[in-house]
C-alpha cells in the first residue's frame, strides 16, 4: 500500500483521519520563522533532521516564509550545506533530490559559519538575520552540539539579543 501523509494504515478510513490530523499548514506570508540548526554540519543534521524537514515541506507542513540555517565551525557556505543536505536525503533517506520539491527545499537552506567560542562570530549571525527581508520572525534554536556547548550557545544567543 502506498504511504500517503505519513501513515501506512490499511483502513482507509483510518487513513484519512490521519491524514485529517496534520493538515497542510496555511502560513501568511507577514512573517517568517528561522530553524536555526547549530552543528548543521555533522552527522545528525545528516542523516535525520534535514531528510525530516524535507519530509515536512513535501507534505506542505512546514509554515510559508520558513528558513533553514545551518550554523557551523566548517568552512562551508550554504551551496556546500545544500550539497551535503541533497546527499543525506539522497542516501539516507531514499528519496530523490532531482525534481522541483528538492529545489524549493534547498531554497530554504543557508548556512553560517560559526566558531561558538568567539563572541564575534554571534554579532555576525545576528546580522545574518538581520540582512533578512525585514519581515518579523521566529526562531527556532536546535542545539546538535556536544552537552558541554549548550550552556555557551545559550548564554552567547543571550548576550546578543537573539533569545527574545
Known sequence: MPVRGGCA???????????????????????????????????LTRRKLVPGLYSLHRKGRLPAGVRIVGVGRRDWDADRFREVAAEGVRDLAGRSTDGADWRRFAELLDYVRVDLGRSEDFRALDRHFEQGDGRPGNRLYYL?????????????LGEHGMAK
Open 144 to 156: 546538535s552540539v556536544a552537552p558541554k556547548l549548550y550552556e555557551p550557545v545559550v548564554a552567547a
Open 9 to 43: 494504515c490499511r483502513n482507509p478510513k483510518r487513513q484519512l483521519e490521519a491524514e485529517s490530523q496534520f493538515p497542510p499548514i496555511e502560513g501568511t506570508m507577514d512573517q517568517t520563522t528561522d530553524i536555526v540548526i547549530f552543528g548543521a554540519t555533522g552527522d
